[in-house]
């Protein structure tokens, strides 16, 4: 099964000009009204077929289809004055008195006609013509016949534009409001990441300013690779996901940091599989969780200790651990700092509710920092701004 990708923010191509996307708006919309018309002049003429078929005369088809189809094409016509006046006139709350009125008066109208063309036409073209000398006989026949029909359709066509208008109207809204949630996210991230860096900066050059006096030449390595670091940093700034093997490989140099200012008393152990290398993690979030567990676990034993950092892919979801055998989880209920406050809302940010970070006591004593993230791979030499 094909791993699922996250594609990366990549330029479009060039817009069409308005005009062209407006000739193919038009088209569409008279695709859309020959569809419709053209439908109920096929059900209408099969309707009729069956009824005469079922009391024994039954009629043939091309003259049939001749008789109708013109009647339903007056109506296909008539659909974009209808539809022009629904928009001049629209059935909302500021006018609707006045909107339903000169409808009204409009339906009427429209009926009145359709029932003069049909006069005409069926009487010209009707195998089985009305018998009578005046013109105004057959018309009252027709309009007693098709006048509500007529009104009934002008209505009809009003409300499917109605429906329609509010239906793209509802679902431009959805895209607005979710463009703008996506910029809230995307502002939200910034913000949590902007906290994280100097956050980061500030606790080494603090473990800098205590060696700078007692050992100088470390505090020289430890800005040397402070430098490197940064640098690499850069490289995602403004990236919110990156493949975990840049993630693993930023670690590592903030690692060097911490092994030079610990020594022995710092051992780590790192296994990463090799499909989870792949996997796209939030930028910089292991850090903090590392760093935690350095300043919380380790730092706060003489002889130092040992920090375990795993990752795997189980059901497709991409597990993270970062494990010391420190003191392990505080009996009470302590306010986590800036680096694990943020990293759980960057987490919650991204994934919602298909992700989870648990601080759990390990097995063995210490502390398990416990991450869990869907799986999901980005396109090569690529990272993700959201």
């Known amino acids: 099964m094909p791993d699922p990708p996250v594609s990366a923010l990549q330029p479009g191509p060039p817009a069409p000009p308005a005009s062209d996307g407006a000739m193919r708006a038009g088209v569409r919309r008279w695709r859309l009204v020959t569809a419709v018309w053209g439908s109920v002049a096929l059900f209408s003429v099969g309707q009729i077929y069956i009824a005469r078929t079922a009391l024994g005369h039954p009629p043939p088809i091309i003259p049939l289809l001749v008789l109708e189809l013109p009647v339903w094409t007056f109506w296909a016509l008539v659909t974009v004055p209808i539809v022009m006046l629904a928009r001049r006139f629209p059935l909302d709350r500021?006018?609707?008195?006045?909107?339903?009125?000169?409808?009204?008066?409009?339906a009427i109208a429209t009926a009145v006609v359709s029932v003069a063309f049909l006069t005409l036409w069926y009487q010209a073209f009707n195998p089985y013509p009305l018998s009578g000398a005046s013109v105004s006989a057959w018309f009252w026949q027709y309009f007693r016949q098709h006048?509500?029909?007529?009104?009934?359709?002008?209505?009809?066509?009003?409300?499917?534009?109605?429906?329609?208008t509010n239906y793209f109207l509802y679902r431009e809204r959805e895209l607005e409001t979710s463009r703008a949630r996506a910029q809230l996210t995307e502002a939200r991230l910034q913000a949590l990441k902007m906290q994280l860096h100097p956050h980061f900066l500030f606790n080494t050059l603090n473990s800098v300013s205590a060696l700078v006096e007692e050992q100088p030449d470390v505090a020289r390595r430890v800005i040397a690779e402070l430098a490197s670091l940064l640098r690499a940093s850069l490289r995602t700034d403004g990236l919110h996901l990156v493949p975990l093997e840049d993630e693993m490989s930023f670690l590592e140099r903030y690692l060097t940091i911490e092994r030079i200012r610990f020594g022995d008393r710092l051992n780590v152990a790192v296994r990463v599989e090799p499909s989870?290398?792949?996997?796209?993690?939030?930028?910089?979030?292991?850090?903090?969780?590392?760093?935690?567990?350095?300043?919380?676990?380790?730092?706060?034993?003489?002889?130092?200790?040992?920090?375990?950092?795993?990752?795997?892919?189980?059901?497709?979801?991409?597990?993270?651990?970062?494990?010391?055998?420190?003191p392990g989880v505080p009996r009470q209920p302590v306010r986590e700092g800036?680096?694990?406050?943020?990293?759980?809302?960057?987490l919650g940010e991204l994934y919602g509710t298909e992700q989870s970070l648990a601080l759990c006591e390990r097995p063995g004593g210490g502390l398990d920092v416990r991450v869990e993230i869907?799986?999901?791979?980005?396109?090569?030499?690529?990272?993700?701004?959201?």
């Not at 500021?94 to 409009?106: E, I, K, N």
């Not at 350095?294 to 494990?323: F, K, P, T, Y």
């Not at 869907?374 to 959201?386: D, I, K, M, N, T």
């Open 94 to 106: 500021r006018q609707v008195a006045r909107s339903v009125l000169l409808h009204a008066c409009a």
């Open 147 to 164: 006048f509500v029909v007529g009104f009934m359709i002008y209505w009809a066509a009003v409300g499917v534009y109605h429906a329609f």
């Open 276 to 326: 989870a290398r792949r996997a796209a993690v939030p930028s910089f979030v292991l850090q903090p969780l590392v760093e935690n567990a350095i300043r919380h676990g380790i730092a706060r034993r003489e002889d130092g200790g040992h920090m375990w950092i795993s990752a795997e892919r189980v059901n497709g979801c991409l597990l993270i651990h970062v494990m010391d055998d420190g």
């Open 338 to 346: 800036i680096g694990l406050a943020n990293t759980r809302r960057r």
């Open 374 to 386: 869907p799986y999901r791979v980005l396109e090569a030499g690529h990272g993700s701004r959201g």
